[in-house]
């Protein structure tokens, strides 16, 4: 088992970049939104500190760096980044630059991704249309622009079509879901292989039970599509990379369900689709 670090969140959640803000303003900084974390001078030098922390900390159990650490896969530089403020996408994209730079300035070896949705932007006018909805291509993100940045190894794109303008339709069908999966999956393999020249990493992907739209028994068609259009790939050797459903839990753990828990004790069938699929790496 190797482990994906995730630096930063962009939402709230265990404070995400909001948390930056909070201590700047206390700071007496003149910040007006939480888009400034991504420009601020001094928010950002209090970002390259946590990550410097977060780097170089010692592994009390093998007195390895993190760093140095093998059971550290990859580092990631935010959670589903957003910067409204600036559609274009200029202020994210020198973050990520400069963000990238400097992770790599303390490690050169473990790998680095992102971690975008996957949302195209105005680099490239001709695949807004295959974004969930036209508001995806106005948040700041730029999935081919953002991946040419030195330093990044993996692409990363997301999977939510619970989330769709079309699932919230009351004609919304399964095969709706599943051709968007297809679609958009397909199109970020073949970027990745084509226009990036690098392995592409399935960051999250899940369904939510939670209001009770969808049942266990979509929610493993869904996975087995996702599993199916990835492993049809690596086996054709176009990619490399991997699939991660969101997410995985312990029964005592059902407290902090989000709606997209996947808990084996009570979902046996799902363990299955789970352990097929990676049966089919091994292969």
């Known amino acids: 088992?190797?482990?994906?670090?995730?630096?930063?969140?962009?939402?709230e959640d265990y404070g995400g970049k909001a948390q930056y803000i909070r201590w700047g303003q206390e700071?007496?900084?003149?910040?007006?939104?939480?888009?400034?974390f991504f420009s601020d001078p001094t928010i950002k030098s209090y970002y390259k500190a946590f990550v410097k922390a977060v780097l170089t900390r010692t592994n009390t159990i093998t007195n390895e760096a993190y760093k140095d650490d093998?059971?550290?896969?990859?580092?990631?530089?935010?959670?589903?980044?957003?910067?409204?403020?600036?559609?274009s996408g200029d202020t994210l994209q020198a973050w990520i630059e400069e963000m990238a730079s400097y992770v790599?300035?303390?490690d050169p070896v473990h790998l680095l991704e992102i971690g975008v949705e996957g949302f195209y932007g105005p680099s490239t006018p001709e695949l807004l249309h295959v974004n969930p909805d036209a508001y995806s291509g106005t948040v700041g993100t730029d999935f081919i622009r953002n991946h040419r940045a030195l330093g990044i190894d993996l692409a990363s794109v997301h999977i939510y079509s619970d989330t769709c303008p079309f699932a919230r339709l009351p004609h919304s069908v399964e095969d709706s879901h599943l051709q968007f999966v297809n679609t958009w999956m397909q199109?970020?393999?073949?970027?990745?292989?084509?226009?990036?020249?690098?392995?592409?990493?399935?960051?999250?992907?899940?369904?939510s039970?939670?209001?009770?739209?969808?049942?266990?028994?979509?929610?493993?068609?869904?996975?087995?599509?996702?599993?199916r259009i990835f492993s049809t790939s690596w086996k054709s050797g176009v990619i490399g990379g991997?699939?991660?459903?969101?997410?995985?839990?312990?029964?005592?753990?059902?407290?902090?369900?989000d709606g997209y828990a996947v808990i084996f004790a009570?979902?046996?069938?799902?363990?299955?689709?789970?352990a097929n699929h990676s049966r089919t790496l091994e292969c």
């Not at 700071?27 to 400034?36: F, I, Q, R, V």
């Not at 199109?187 to 369904?207: C, K, T, W, Y």
């Not at 039970?209 to 599993?227: C, S």
Request: charged share 25%; with cysteine.
């Open 104 to 106: 790599k300035s303390i």
């Open 266 to 274: 009570k979902s046996p069938s799902t363990l299955d689709v789970l």
């Open 209 to 227: 039970l939670k209001d009770g739209r969808f049942g266990h028994e979509f929610r493993e068609g869904f996975m087995e599509t996702v599993y």
């Open 187 to 207: 199109q970020h393999i073949d970027d990745s292989a084509n226009l990036l020249g690098m392995p592409i990493l399935i960051g999250e992907f899940g369904v």
């Open 1 to 11: 088992m190797r482990l994906i670090l995730s630096l930063c969140n962009n939402w």
């Open 242 to 257: 991997g699939c991660l459903v969101w997410q995985l839990f312990p029964d005592s753990a059902e407290h902090m369900d």
């Open 27 to 36: 700071a007496g900084l003149d910040l007006t939104s939480e888009d400034d």
């Open 70 to 87: 093998p059971t550290i896969l990859a580092w990631e530089l935010i959670n589903e980044p957003r910067c409204h403020s600036d559609p």
